[in-house]
């Protein structure tokens, strides 16, 4: 589930126009509460960099990666939600989720989020990369 060209190009124009301008909205990691509805978040997010991750407590990839997701609001400009599929059944058949942990990379786009890309398992190498591609890395 990856974007075209045309695409691509928008995202990577719009993050080169806020890195020229330093426009550092700010980060923030939620772990979805029982009852919370997704597409208020969605809603009510300011930045324009978003990454759902959707795991459980039992699964050792999704516990492995669990720090590492949650460290980047400090060194991107993003918002992450953590989605537990057990509480969250409804979420995990709307989405698709065969694998965990998987992760859906979002970007706003003329008021509208778009899925930039979908990762299966807890590939580091792989998650940077798209981080890297889809939000603003943070001056130090």
């Known amino acids: 589930m990856y974007l075209d060209e045309y695409l ?9 126009l806020k890195r020229k ?9 939620i772990r979805l ?7 208020d978040i969605f809603r009510s997010t300011k930045g324009f960099s978003l990454v759902l991750k959707f795991g459980a407590n039992w699964c050792k990839p999704c516990n492995a990666i ?8 400090n ?9 537990d599929v057990d509480i969250h059944e409804a979420l995990q058949e709307e ?6 942990p998987t992760f859906e990379f979002y970007f706003l786009l003329n008021d509208e989020w778009v899925v930039a890309q979908r990762i299966e398992g807890g590939n580091k190498k ?9 939000s603003l890395q943070r001056e130090i």
Not at 33 to 39: F, I, V
Not at 68 to 73: A, D, E, L, P, V
Not at 75 to 83: G, Q
Request: charge should be neutral; glycine fraction near 2%; proline fraction near 2%.
């Open 75 to 83: 060194t991107h400009v993003v918002t992450l939600i953590d989605i």
């Open 33 to 39: 509460p029982e009852g919370a509805n997704l597409k």
């Open 21 to 29: 301008n330093k426009e550092y909205d700010d980060s923030r990691y």
């Open 8 to 16: 691509q190009h928008r995202i990577e124009n719009v993050l080169q």
């Open 95 to 100: 989405y698709n989720i065969k694998a965990l």
């Open 126 to 134: 792989e998650l940077e990369e798209a981080f890297k591609k889809y």
């Open 66 to 73: 669990k720090e590492y997701f949650k460290n980047k609001t």
